[in-house]
Each structure stands twice: as structure tokens, then as C-alpha cells.
């Protein structure tokens, strides 16, 4: 059941990622200051909203969590420098599904289970995308196994920790793409082309990683419960 509410989320989000480029290409500087606004009231509530329902001290705001201010953070930022008459700006645009495969990499979900289900997200955004098939599909296997090697469930539990190992393994995960299109692709010319998109990429996924992990946390425990309710059952 888990395996396939986090599949049911990661192909939604290949979904929406195809479409993210039109959202970042038609935001104008002055509606992404808007978006800003508006993600640093959502923020805010929400730091709010938890700290009155704290259980140790009710009514205290005890941290402000920056889930949608960081993504519109950077849509503007890029708006800005493309308004400004930067357009060899690299497009930010993330890699919506390479938080979850962190997510269950750094929970320590079955090898088997999470690797086959990195695999089927992978295919999907090979076929969905440009990419040869089988590029996404083993980077994000691999993403995978070297995410739950890492064996860092602990240091994701703060948004700037997910912040920083999503970014870092964006950057990994890049790394690993333009050396097998270097060493396997047809043309000689696609990594020099696409390696300055690496860090305007990792910067994206890293400041959507906080919601992404949020959700996929919900999953976590909605499916977990389940689980564990059966675990108690007596047997006949």
C-alpha cells in the first residue's frame, strides 16, 4: 500500500513537472513578488497555526519553516535576472520527484521495494520527458541506494537539513547524467550544453524539497498506521 500511494505521488508530480517550465517562463517579476507575498503569508500562519497547538508550549512560535517562500524565492529571483537582461540565466526547474526517492532512501525502505519503485518513476520520466530511455531510470535507482547508504533519517527531521541534502544530491544525481551522456550519447555537444543548468537545477529542487518532503511524511504515516493497527490484531 505504501509503495503505491509514493508511486501514485511521484507519477502526479512527473505530471506536473512537464508543465513547470511554462509557470517559470510566463511569471512575471512583478507576479512572482506577488507569489512571494503570498507563500511568506502561508508560511507564517502555518509557523503560527503550530505553535498555538504545540503540546509543550502552547501559544510560542518555536521555528518559522520556510516550505513555499524558498520556491518563490527563486521564481522571482530568476524572473528578476531574466527582466534585467540576463537571459543566459539557467531555468530553475526541479526535480519534483527526486525528493521522494530521498525520502525513502534516508527512512531506509525495503532496498527491493524502493529501488523497484525509483525505477518505474525513472522510466516515467524518461518516457515523459526528452531523456534516452534508461538515463532517469537508473540515476534514480541510484539516487536510491546511495541515499539509503547515507543513513541520514535524523538530519532530515529540520527543513534546512532536507534543503541541503536535496541540493546535494540534485547535484549528484546531474553529475551522474552528464557522464552517461558523455560516455553513451549520441551527441558529443549535449553535456557541454547542459552541465550550466546543474546548479540552477539543484537550487530548484533543493527549495521544493521541504513541501515535497511534507507530503510524502503525510503518506509515511497515513500508511504506516494502517500497518501497525493490523500488527495489533490477535490472530484467530
Do not use: K
Amino acid at each position: 500500500m505504501r509503495n503505491i500511494a509514493f508511486l501514485a505521488l511521484g507519477l502526479g508530480l512527473i505530471a506536473l513537472q512537464a508543465n513547470v517550465f511554462r509557470l517559470i517562463d510566463g511569471t512575471s517579476p512583478w507576479v512572482a513578488a506577488l507569489i512571494v507575498l503570498a507563500a511568506l503569508a502561508a508560511d507564517v500562519a502555518r509557523t503560527v497555526r503550530q505553535g498555538r497547538g504545540g503540546p509543550t508550549r502552547p501559544g510560542v512560535v518555536t521555528g518559522f519553516r520556510v516550505d513555499w517562500l524558498l520556491p518563490a524565492l527563486v521564481l522571482f529571483g530568476y524572473s528578476a535576472a531574466f527582466a534585467l537582461g540576463h537571459p543566459r540565466v539557467g531555468r530553475p526547474v526541479p526535480a519534483l520527484v527526486l525528493p521522494i526517492i530521498l525520502f525513502m532512501g534516508v527512512h531506509e525502505y525495503s532496498l527491493a521495494r524502493g529501488a523497484a519503485v525509483a525505477f518505474v518513476l525513472g522510466y516515467a520520466t524518461d518516457v515523459l520527458g526528452i531523456a534516452p530511455v534508461g538515463l532517469y531510470t537508473c540515476t534514480y535507482v541510484a539516487t536510491f541506494v546511495l541515499a539509503r547508504a547515507a543513513g541520514v533519517r535524523l538530519a532530515t527531521q529540520t527543513t534546512w537539513m532536507q534543503v541541503l541534502l536535496a541540493g546535494a544530491f540534485a547535484l549528484l544525481q546531474s553529475t551522474m547524467v552528464l557522464v552517461l551522456l558523455a560516455i553513451f550519447g549520441r551527441d558529443a555537444w549535449a553535456p557541454r550544453s547542459l552541465y550550466p543548468l546543474a546548479l540552477p537545477h539543484a537550487i530548484a529542487t533543493a527549495s521544493v524539497a521541504p513541501v515535497i518532503f511534507r507530503f510524502a511524511q503525510s503518506l509515511h504515516v497515513a500508511t504506516g498506521s494502517s500497518t501497525r493497527a493490523d500488527a495489533r490484531v490477535p490472530a484467530a
